[in-house]
């Protein structure tokens, strides 16, 4: 298993933990004389992206500014 994978199978195995578990897990990790000091680091909450952010974009500007216009050519009523 190369070091890549094993990185992406713990993403996807952690982010199926529930809270008491992702704490059970925090406090075994933290309690591992290899992985303590980076637990200790990494103390303040990351803030994870969205993963379907930016997934809308058109290349049309902003189209909550037209919203009204295309919401009546798509139902073909005039506005």
């Not at 992702?22 to 004389?33: E, I």
């Not at 303040?44 to 050519?73: K, M, N, Q, Y």
Request: glycine share 6%.
């Amino acid at each position: 298993m190369s070091a890549g994978h094993a990185h992406e199978e713990l993403h996807h195995l952690v982010d199926q933990l529930s809270p008491d578990q992702a704490r059970r897990l925090l406090r075994l990790v933290k309690t591992d004389p290899e992985l303590a000091d980076i637990a200790e680091e990494n103390d303040e909450p990351v803030r994870r992206r969205l993963s379907i952010a930016g997934i809308g974009a058109s290349g049309e500007g902003d189209l909550s500014e037209r919203v009204e216009d295309l919401l009546a050519e798509r139902f073909n009523r005039s506005v």
